[in-house]
């Protein structure tokens, strides 16, 4: 085991400077640490046109984007605090919390940050578990990873392989955390198609887990259509070792070598193909769940949690590219959904794409138990154009939890994180705002925020090239959602905020 000791201070333009941080990092293990590109949400960037590069470089000089790396935001926006990547160099991805910790994922593992002071975040562990993308949750004890990409066996030390070959393993990981600076491997549970992303149904004695997964590449066998379903494991609280899978409930029965799930191109021009869920979110106190599955939207029941059963499905074949996430909203009457266009690698946030494509979709939820629809009422992306070198689209977030509106942070990449108010579904607007400058002028390289997140008073965020960022919201249409305290938060499992908060 090894420990690693540095200490760091980072400044950025504009009067914000990034926090200093003694940096305590535990390696669980030794070996590579390659990133594994992942084809739904991230790979590797490329060169851009001349022409781009040229408007690029003019709109740098006239000011009308920020300066690489250069930090800019709107006046009710504090950036508190940077902590850069260390011993974990590949993609951040994905965050969840628990009392005074962050867990932050990364291709190569995760991250373990004591935030008791936000303001000066600590690392108290890094783990060394390679496997894309290492989507991230906690409950209890327990803390779970996602592996969607062919590796050589499901240990810590496995190394990337085709995925062709017989013995290749993907799907979900689960430590021990009972200390937090010391975590345990405890298991391991093979899924179809791996797990892109999971979710988590919690209960008193075992925690289910929605695995979702997709299939991106026709070289995974187990991902071949129909893959119209998801995984259900169920874990025993007290002996995660017997966490197994459950059920494999198909959400998109139909007919054909392509099930029901939108058939995308050449039907659909320029949308995916649905062959299983990208990302599902749950609202356990309403026995709720939205799946954001590709080429469709739906809205199920989530009642009984081995069998869950599909209420509506929606579809937006003029608009939607890919159907990425969902988000309740606190009275469960409304859901956004993400549209990834350019699967979260491409310049998507400019005038020629325009204000309807990569952004989110606001839909209604209309009507009573199983006769539930889904509505749509309008877009909303963020009007801050970004360079052709920057990777920008919309991308994962939470609720700032603030009775009777509905306001949400989101992660756009380079876009940066924005803070918007749907509490009118018809004209959802920006109030605020957090971003740097292009990674380059002159590549397309993919950064900026993956996920961002309200817990307790502040806002987390998870930069895939720059590390781990804390803003503050200082506004009064926000302020009452720092008196809510959560002890733990997995955005995909969204809480009942005024009925669970701890007073």
Known sequence: MTLLHTTRVRRRRLGVAAAAAGLLATLLTAGPAAAIPDPGDTAAGGKVSSSQAAETRAALTSGEIPGVDEVVHSDNIQHLANIPKEALPGTNSDLAFQGKYAFAGNYDGFRIFDISNPRAPKTVAQVLCPGSQNDISVSGDLLFLSTDSSRSDNSCNSVSQPATEKASWEGMKIFDISDKRNPKYVAAVETACGSHTHTLVPERRNVYVYVSSYSPNAAFPDCQPPHDGISVIKVP???PERAAIVNFPVLFPGEGPDGGGNPGGPAN???????????????????????????????????DPEHPRVIDQVQDNVNFAFWHSATFNQRANKVVFTDELGGGVGATCNAEIGPNRGADGIYDIVGKGDRRKLVFRSYFKIDRHQANTENCVAHNGSLIPVKGRDIMVQAWYQG?????????????????????????????????????????????????????????????????????????????TQPDYFDDFDD
């Open 237 to 239: 609280r007290k002996a």
């Open 416 to 492: 940066g994180v924005s803070v918007w108010d749907f509490t009118n579904s018809a004209e959802p607007k920006e109030i605020g705002y957090f971003e740097r400058g292009p990674v380059s002028a002159t590549t397309l390289t993919t950064g900026g925020s993956w996920s961002a997140y309200y817990y307790n008073g502040y806002i987390y965020s998870n930069d895939i090239a720059k590390g781990f960022d804390v803003l503050k919201i200082n506004d009064r249409r926000t302020d009452a959602g720092r008196w809510v305290r959560m002890h733990e938060l997995n955005v995909q």
């Open 269 to 303: 021009p320029g949308v995916s193909k649905t062959t299983g869920c990208h990302d599902i979110t749950v609202l356990p106190s309403k026995d709720l769940a939205a799946g954001a599955c590709m080429g469709d939207g739906i809205l199920f029941d989530i009642e």
